[in-house]
């Protein structure tokens, strides 16, 4: 989220009248890679960019095919090849050993095919969405290179029932897919994507140690609100990173919050019946993940004066409590503890396990599989196409 807000900041600060741009998509990986399908690279022709769509190593690259782009106005797919190391073109051995396919287009701002404008409707509405794109097409299929179709939770009918099936599956998945279909009497190649809005963080409490929380979700690129019901802790010169800050009594805050399932609540006040009524109420809500700053033993009094009160909540809601919060790092100072309880709520929401890399087995990302741009290379990439022997 972060990425598509820089990319479409900067896109509006370009002077086209004396300026060209082009978007740089990663379409599909083979094997390891620094970045994921769907990372981008908005490139001008001065030689500036923003965003990436690797460690480093492919944006010069990237800058140099872009340019051409920006001459003959047509896209291209480029493929980076890095399974050999001594087989690439720059000289160098990074070693990533995977296979990058990479869109570059050319911006026309007032076109209604640019992309950017549905990057900025996107970041506008905070909506989940599936984003499939069109990369190469012949003449009988009736799309161009660069078409779009946009599948959210609204807007169903203008997806073709040969793409729907597909879009619907990335988009309740998250998984992306790359793949040729069949189209009228011709063939197609898209690129499917689910595009995210972030976590939305909601801290209970305004303490000092809620300062470094904050401003790092923030850098993270996630929503920010910052609630407790003292507005003397209030005060937006300690929390200017928040994106909201909310003065509520703790019996009526989740009445002025719009819960998702992309909202992590986080309870830092430090006082214990405050912690206790916005529990209660967040516990009667959907909110897939509540945090709890403190000591276990200070959830289990919790619960056991839920009881007292007559309140019972199953096992189900309870489990969604992390008491206490955080990944075990050995976190002492606030900075710490604010970079311990980011950790868990990002593996939380990707269903990550938090634990060392180097004991995981298998690859670090899980490999794309299904019908994709992988099992039908020669199909994609024939005469007319680019490939880089490179490292990233």
Known sequence: MKEISRIVEVFEQVDFAKRKAALATVVWVEGSSYR??????????????????????????ALRKARQVMLDGQPI??????????????GVGLGCNGII??????????????????LKEFTQKRDVRALATVLKSDEFTGLIP??????????????????????QRVFSTGKPLTRSYSVLSGNAELFIERIDPGIELVIFGAGYDVIPVAKLARDLGWQVTVTDDCIAHLSPKRF???????????????????????T??????????????????????????IGMLGPRKRFDKMQDEFKKDGLSFSDEALDRVYAPIGLDLGAETPDEIALAIMAEIKAFFTKGAGGFLKDKSGPIHERLSGNSLNHGRQAMFDSDSMSVDTAI
Not at 52 to 60: D, F, T
């Open 77 to 90: 797919v480029v493929s980076y090849d890095t399974m050999d190391d001594g087989a690439n073109s720059f």
């Open 36 to 61: 994921r399908p769907g990372a981008r690279m908005l490139i001008t022709d001065d030689g500036r960019w923003e965003g990436a769509i690797s460690g480093g190593c492919l944006e010069g690259d």
């Open 264 to 289: 992590a609540a986080v309870l830092m006040s430090h006082n214990f019946n405050y912690d206790k009524a916005v529990l209660e109420k967040l516990l009667a809500t959907d909110v897939p993940y």
């Open 146 to 167: 660069g078409n779009r179709f946009m599948l959210t939770e609204e807007t169903i009918e203008s997806i073709p029932g040969w793409l729907y099936d597909d879009m």
């Open 101 to 118: 396919d990479v869109l570059i287009e050319p911006i026309d701002p007032i076109s209604a095919q640019n992309p950017i404008t549905l």
């Open 240 to 262: 200017p990173a928040a994106t909201c800050v909310l003065y509520s009594d703790r019996q009526a805050v989740i009445d002025q919050l719009t819960i998702t399932n992309r």
